[in-house]
């Protein structure tokens, strides 16, 4: 398989930082990502705040995505990325 990008493997950190970039400042993007979770017209784009690694009393998610909608309701996706073992 050609290896167009010269990239041969990720990390999930990689992913997550990927992930966190893209949600906030690509649009296009962002969009896609809201219509494949089921949110796709409710919500404004990109997401008004990203953040990797946030760690709650409650628990862990890789990424935090915050969107806002045109009504002033705020929507928080919590994205996991994990890969079998650590790689795809």
Do not use: H, Y
Not at 77 to 83: D, Q, R
Request: with cysteine; net charge negative.
């Amino acid at each position: 398989m050609d290896n167009l990008c010269n990239i041969s493997w990720f990390m999930e950190r990689d992913i997550d930082l990927w992930l966190t970039e893209e949600l906030r400042v690509n649009p296009v993007f962002s969009r896609w990502f809201l219509t494949r979770i089921g949110a796709s017209d409710q919500f404004a784009v990109p997401a008004l705040r990203t953040q990797p690694s946030v760690v709650e009393e409650t628990g862990e998610t890789d990424v935090e995505a915050i969107f806002k909608s045109p009504q002033g309701n705020t929507f928080a996706a919590l994205i996991e990325s994990g890969t079998p073992a650590g790689r795809i």
